[in-house]
């Protein structure tokens, strides 16, 4: 699957719901259910106003032309070794100069913010969600622990494919003595929003989806999880020293 394709099933999820990016869910969705890419889909996905910047920081600190590049795509959503290309200033420039966060924050959140990066924190998509706190789409509300679970890419195991219905096993967000915690395993049902006769339509169990607003991406590899899992895992605990 190449970039685009792939980028545009985990923009799909918030923007089908007015999240993120530009009403045009419709259209991401005729995209990845025909398997088309082509420079229409690189323009809708270039209006994703804080996804797309943070795309152009990973390739840019890498040496990598295109934003869309599928190892660019994959370090954002769900992680590689392109996310230790950038340093700590590069990170931080982009905060507050490309994304404005110490103006769209105010300058007592952003200090929680510059605390995250002399911390570790990674230009990543959880990272995003857990340590910005304030959703940074189409909507400037605080997250609560809901939708933090939601926002974050998460994955699970598929237990059963029936129809449009998956059950999956996966381990939600709790708050525990006020720190977020990965809970244990449950299971939960989720529903195949888009189409795919390789994969999504084809899902078997035991394989592994990652998840974004509901909606079952991709399937990914066992490593892919256990990378996803160590930046959850990292990204949290930067977010609870600030809680």
């Not at 966060?101 to 959140?109: E, I, T």
């Not at 999504?200 to 256990?226: D, F, M, R, Y």
């Amino acid at each position: 699957m190449d970039g685009l394709l792939k980028c545009s099933r985990y923009a799909f999820g918030p923007n089908r719901l007015h999240y993120c990016g530009p009403d045009a869910s419709a259209e991401v969705k005729a995209y990845i259910d025909n398997g088309v890419q082509d420079f229409g889909l690189a323009k809708l996905l270039t209006g994703f106003r804080t996804m797309y910047p943070y795309l152009q920081l990973i390739a840019g600190a890498n040496g990598i032309a295109d934003p869309f590049d599928v190892r660019v795509v994959e370090a954002y959503w769900l992680g590689n070794d392109l996310l230790t290309g950038i340093t700590k200033q590069q990170l931080y420039i982009h905060l507050l100069d490309t994304l404005q966060l110490k103006k769209r924050l105010g300058v007592k959140h952003f200090e929680y913010v510059k605390t995250a990066i002399g911390n570790g924190a990674m230009p990543h998509h959880n990272f995003h969600v857990f340590d910005i706190w304030k959703r940074n789409g189409n909507s400037e509300r605080e997250h609560t622990l809901d939708s933090l679970d939601s926002c974050r890419i998460s994955w699970g195991k598929v237990i059963k494919a029936e129809g449009p219905a998956l059950e999956i096993q996966n381990n939600p967000l709790t708050i525990s003595h006020g720190q977020i915690k990965i809970d244990e395993t449950q299971t939960k049902k989720i529903f195949r929003h888009l189409e795919s006769s390789y994969d999504i339509e084809q899902l078997k169990p035991g394989q592994i989806v990652s998840i974004h607003w509901g909606v079952p991406c991709e399937i990914i590899t066992k490593n892919q999880a256990k990378v996803l899992d160590k930046l959850t895992l990292k990204h949290l605990a930067i977010a609870n020293q600030s809680l």
